[in-house]
């Protein structure tokens, strides 16, 4: 079959295809326990056939020390002990540049294995993710569970005119990040009910909002939970070439924003081109708009949710001209720069929990979804359980790392395939499109699982917004 019709169903079965085989592929951890099996054999491989690289890289001049009889002098070890050679026009260090081999190092060795078994623990428990992660959830758990998450969502789609309903809820959908998968839940019921109020598709919305979290995941116009955890992988990465090397949470943070923006824009002009128009002249069990009025008045929040909502505002707003007193007054606790980045940056995970924390806190006193000191203990039970699934992730991607580090694999790869795309001499643009290719189909099975409660919010939102009055 031809035509639109025929060419709409080829795109649904190429998708149905695509999702079958990556339903088909390994659980994340899995993955990377067999990354770890390989980098073992793979290390085991390099060493018998003596694979070597070599690199070149900026070192001090050294020379011996000796005693008065001109004999080196040696340290408790035996090793001959050194000092650096100054330059006496600069008074720094002199260095100078030096080719040194770097060789793989078998881990089915029996040295090898032990190190494996050794540094499993440390492997793990230095990850760097996974406290960074831990402890910002704690905050950021609190605030969701508590409701204050879900009200201010709430709160902003009510507030806005039906004629900018449409970039709001892409908008709200996009800045839902900070609260990781709590827009996928709060958000499309809110946004059918609300379409719905004022004659239009609760389809619609939902498409709206659930294109705004989905897409708009990795976009905000604040550092959320994520990018310190994906600063932290960059930098374990980053470690395997140069050990000193550290990505701040933060170096994404202005592209963060311009892609929140332009997201909106995006997201607003498919849905009034595209979107909005397919449905504008279908029935109500097809997903058209029907008799809408009140339909959005049980969504709206309570006289205690209001309150609540205002004092825990108020406290983030609080928190927030704390920490930027910090930043920008001298001598106080965050003012300065600590190595490459400012002290504040270093800190930004502590901040994140705070930030979420007190205002989550105080939402659930005033409303009543937190009554103790027991309450919270328990919320931050739940949250904690919830990151099960990503503890174990953490491990044996911990391991997988650590094993390609050791072994050298990560560094020799680094090299040979720079020195590939070097002697390729690629255009600067394919290159790019190449990278982010590689990028994205990397980040598929990386992506946040949607929730199944998002699913019956879908379906309960589109019988129950669709129904006439």
């Excluded at 070439?241 to 202005?254: E, K, L, M």
Aim: hydrophobic share 50%.
């Amino acid at each position: 079959m031809s035509g639109p019709a025929g060419g709409a169903r080829r795109s649904t079965r190429l998708l149905d295809a695509i999702e079958r085989i990556g339903n088909r592929l390994p659980a994340p951890a899995t993955l990377f326990l067999i990354g770890a099996v390989l980098v073992m054999i793979l290390s085991q491989v390099a060493a018998s056939l003596d694979w070597t690289v070599e690199k070149t890289i900026s070192r001090e001049v050294t020379q011996p020390v000796v005693d008065a009889a001109g004999q080196p002098l040696l340290d408790a070890s035996g090793a001959q002990i050194t000092r650096a050679v100054v330059d006496p026009a600069t008074g720094a260090p002199k260095r100078e540049l030096a080719v040194v081999r770097v060789r793989a190092v078998s881990l089915l060795t029996s040295e090898g294995i032990y190190w494996a078994l050794r540094s499993m623990v440390t492997n793990f428990t230095a990850f760097p993710p996974l406290g960074v992660v831990l402890v910002a959830m704690l905050g950021i758990g609190l605030a969701e569970k508590s409701g204050f998450i879900g009200a201010l969502l709430k709160a902003t789609l009510l507030s806005v005119p039906p004629a900018l309903l449409t970039p709001t809820v892409i908008f709200v959908g996009v800045m839902s990040s900070m609260g990781l998968d709590a827009g996928y839940v709060v958000l499309p019921p809110v946004a059918a009910a609300l379409y719905q109020s004022v004659g239009r598709s609760p389809v619609v919305g939902i498409a709206a909002v659930f294109a705004g979290v989905s897409a708009g995941f990795g976009a905000n116009l604040l550092p959320t939970s994520l990018d310190p955890l994906l600063a932290n992988f960059t930098t374990a990465s980053a470690q395997l070439i140069d050990p000193g090397y550290t990505v701040a949470a933060t170096a994404n943070w202005w592209f963060m924003i311009a892609s929140t923006v332009l997201l909106t824009f995006v997201g607003w002009g498919v849905t009034a081109l595209f979107v909005e128009p397919r449905f504008s002249g279908k029935g109500v069990e097809d997903g058209g708009a029907g008799p809408g009025a009140g339909a959005a008045a049980d969504r709206r929040l309570t006289r205690v949710e209001k309150r609540g909502l205002l004092l825990a505002i108020l406290v983030a707003v609080a928190v927030c001209a704390l920490c930027a007193a910090g930043a920008l007054i001298p001598g106080a606790p965050l003012y300065g720069v600590d190595g490459p980045f400012p002290r504040w940056v270093k800190v930004i995970v502590p901040l994140i929990f705070f930030a979420f924390l007190l205002p989550g806190l105080v939402y659930g006193l005033a409303t009543g979804s937190l009554r103790s000191d027991k309450d919270v203990a328990a919320t931050f039970g739940e949250t904690m359980a919830g990151m099960g699934s990503y503890i174990v992730l953490a491990f044996f991607a911990a391991q997988f790392i650590a094993y390609f580090a050791h072994s050298g694999l990560g560094e020799m790869l680094a090299i040979s395939g720079g020195r590939v795309l070097a002697r390729a001499a690629l255009p600067d643009a394919l290159l790019m499109i190449g990278f982010i290719g590689v990028v994205t189909s990397s980040s598929a099975r990386c992506r946040p699982s949607t929730p199944s409660s998002l699913r019956s919010s879908c379906r309960c939102s589109c019988r129950s917004a669709s129904a006439p009055s």
